[in-house]
């Protein structure tokens, strides 16, 4: 990169959102100029090529979510996409199973969700449950979800890279974000004159809105997810998931089956002690582990949306032994003969509102008409990805068209957004 570039659309983070977005303003904008910085040495480092994988098919949440609303397409899209470009995909579909009774009533709310949601979602007996699962445990009855898939989030990210260059997105890695300097960009390899800024930074998203006047009464609160993954042999058909506790945005310890038929449980929600603490103390930073420690240790205290529960509950799940025993009562196998070893961790960008102490439980934009700011977008985001994406632009669209004219002498990136509503 030179010292100083000029661009149309400036998208920071090459994450699957990133890259989404850098697909779908080329579609909108035309022949506009398309810069997407990404500080790792590839795109995917980070939250997306960490993913589970699972592609979601939208019946957790509800129906008047920006989640509900794009989780069944972005199902739909992704595997789409997949087959297009040949990538593996594991159809295995997934049950939701009850441990007792008192999940029975969720049982039935998620019927409910599934149905406003138009999502297929099939209520099965015990028995049918262990004809679709043989090794499935359930109280009575069970959920069957047969669009839940799984794909490889590395095969996923290097597919949208390649698109995006084919398509002329300038594709700069090992560029950092810096900061922001009245109308430019500082970034680690010069600065950058952008018409509009889009801020897909994951774990950092907040800091960089921070930067253009957003995100003041939101932080960015990392939560640890761990896998154990089985060293010995179990025959599993599909997901098994257990009836998740909808006051909070985690689904629970389940058995997924990877891409090439492996079997995981997990995945841990752990609060993290710095944005990416993946091992060890790796990426280690004394003042971001301040800022993320002081935010924990403020609503552990005060014991906001139930935090110090969630947080002792999670803990425990360092213990190999602890979580082999909380995915042991999804299934009628032995699981502690087989072995089990921790996989890569992945890092949750969970959004927290630090005025109301409270989780953002959708996904979150900020932005007006220089600049725009995806500040939550977790879990199902990666499924969620295409369909976001196109409703991200379209914010951004909306903002350019009330932008005022910028002066004669500067390129009218407003009239970009003529050519895209064409």
């Known amino acids: 990169m030179n010292t100083r570039r ?30 997407l910085i990404e500080k790792e040495r590839a795109c995917g480092l980070h939250a997306s090529g960490r993913n589970s994988g699972v592609l979601h098919a939208g019946f957790y949440y509800s129906a008047d979510s920006l989640k509900a609303r794009f989780a069944r397409e972005g199902n739909q899209r992704l595997t789409r996409y997949g087959e297009e470009r040949g990538l593996r995909i594991n159809r295995c579909g997934k049950l939701v199973v009850a ?33 679709l699962e043989p090794l499935a445990r359930t109280f009575e009855r069970a959920l069957f979800s047969p669009n839940t898939s799984t794909v490889d989030p590395t095969e996923v990210v290097s597919a949208m890279v390649a698109d995006a260059r084919t398509e002329r997105v300038d594709i ?18 010069g600065d ?25 009464d939101y932080r960015i609160l990392p939560f640890k997810g761990l896998y154990l993954y089985a060293e010995g042999s179990l025959p599993l058909r599909c997901h098994i998931y257990p009836v998740p506790d909808l ?34 103390v790796d990426n280690f930073h004394p ?21 110090r529960r969630l947080a002792l509950h999670e803990l425990r799940k360092y213990s190999r032994r602890h979580l082999v025993r909380l ?19 992945g890092i949750r960008a969970q959004l927290v509102n630090v005025r109301r102490r409270t989780l953002e ?4 934009l900020q932005g007006d008409g220089r600049s725009m700011h995806v500040l939550n977008a977790v879990s199902p985001g990666f499924t969620c990805s295409l369909p976001f994406a196109s409703y991200v632009i379209d914010e951004v669209q909306r903002h350019l068209v009330a932008r005022p004219a910028p002066p004669q002498a500067d390129r009218p990136v407003t009239s970009l957004s003529a050519q895209g509503a064409a």
């Open 287 to 307: 003042g971001e582990f301040a800022e993320v420690v002081g935010l924990e240790a403020a609503v552990f205290l005060e014991n906001a949306f139930d935090f």
């Open 172 to 189: 700069r890695e090992n560029v950092r974000y810096l900061r922001r300097r009245g109308d430019l960009i500082r970034t680690s390899a």
């Open 99 to 131: 441990r007792d009774e008192t999940e029975l009533a969720g049982i039935d709310e998620l019927l409910r969700r599934s149905r406003l949601n138009g999502v297929d979602l099939q209520e099965v007996t015990e028995h049918e449950a262990r004809e």
């Open 361 to 364: 439980m959708d996904f979150h």
């Open 192 to 216: 950058i004159s952008a018409g509009y800024v889009i801020n897909a930074a994951g774990l950092y998203a907040d800091r960089i809105a921070r930067d253009f006047g957003f995100a003041q």
């Open 247 to 280: 006051r909070h945005p985690f689904l629970g310890v389940h058995f997924t089956l990877t891409v090439d038929g492996h079997v995981k449980i997990g995945p841990t929600a752990i609060p993290a002690f710095w944005r990416e603490q993946y091992s060890g």
């Open 327 to 345: 995915a042991g009562g999804l299934v009628r196998s032995d699981l502690t003969s087989l072995g089990w070893r921790w996989g890569r961790a």
């Open 6 to 35: 000029t661009t149309d659309f400036l998208i920071i983070g090459g994450g699957v959102i990133g890259l989404a977005l850098a697909l779908e303003a080329r579609r909108r904008f035309g022949d506009a100029r398309i810069l």
